[in-house]
């Protein structure tokens, strides 16, 4: 006689699987819901939010000119663009948040001791980095670009390529303010080490000259504004690293009883 029962380790096995998916998606939808919300609530102010983002280039426009719009729908996608950006990066703790709730259960306590700062540093340091290209990069590379060209040309520059220009400058500086993190995740997981990195300095510095080449406008200033605090942020990433591995994971009794429990659920196939 054949065993109802006999197929309930398999559905054991994969049910664990199936409520993964079910929290992946429960949290995807939170996220995305973060986002919405605040799209709507900035929505109504996608105009006024545009003249803000774009005050570093008019107040550098000769008298008498402005920005303009080549394209027919340009006055509405541009704002709107903007506005689904902004909702995007404001809602990054929200996200981050989800995206640890989902990881943080498979993490040992030392792990998390170390992956809570870690989570809160990039988001600070994400915002650092649009913050800078903002109220630093921006006013310079500005001032130069409406200062070099002939004068008998008009600078009017249309909103739809101002605002992708000004997307790709944030997201270049966003993502290079991350490299203190990343630096020391390469560490403390044990990929490279804190002597490699400093023997690899002059090729860091080269590569960081090199991706400011490529993720900036072809000019001199804008490059070295973003090489610049490439190689800064990689050196205070390799103190930070320094820091941590002095310290080490601090693994006390309660963490060792953890680690084994989790690794024979491993081994059983939970």
Not at 31 to 60: K, Q, V
Not at 182 to 198: M, N
Request: hydrophobic letters at 55%; aromatic letters at 12%.
């Amino acid at each position: 006689m054949i065993d109802p029962n006999q197929n309930l380790p398999d559905n054991d096995q994969e049910q664990p699987f199936v409520s993964h998916l079910v929290e992946l998606r429960s949290r995807l939808m939170r996220a995305l819901l973060a986002i919405l919300i605040l799209f709507l609530c900035l929505f109504y102010f996608a105009n006024h939010l545009y003249e803000i983002i774009s005050a570093p280039l008019t107040a550098l426009l000769p008298e008498g000119t402005s920005m303009i719009a080549t394209d027919v729908t340009s006055p509405f996608f541009a704002p709107f663009k903007l506005t689904l950006v902004l909702s995007l990066f404001l809602a990054m703790p929200v996200i981050l948040h989800q995206v640890w709730g989902f990881i943080s259960p498979g993490l040992y306590k030392h792990e998390k001791r170390l992956a809570v700062p870690l989570l809160a540093s990039s988001i600070v340091l994400f915002y650092s980095g649009i913050a800078f290209a903002y109220f630093v990069v921006f006013p310079l590379i500005f001032g130069f670009f409406t200062s070099v060209g002939p004068e008998n040309v008009a600078v009017m520059t249309d909103i739809s390529s101002y605002l992708n220009f000004v997307l790709k400058i944030f997201f270049a500086f966003g993502v290079v303010f991350e490299i203190p993190i990343a630096t020391l995740l390469l560490v403390w997981s044990g990929i490279t080490d804190v002597q490699s990195l400093r023997q690899k300095r002059a090729y860091v510095i080269v590569g960081c000259f090199v991706l400011g080449m490529l993720l900036t406008p072809p000019d001199v200033i804008s490059q070295t504004l973003l090489a610049l605090p490439m190689w800064l942020l990689f050196e205070l990433g390799i103190i930070l690293a320094v820091i941590v591995k002095k310290k080490g994971p601090v693994v006390d009794e309660d963490d060792e009883l953890e680690e084994a429990i989790q690794d024979e659920d491993e081994n059983k196939g939970i």
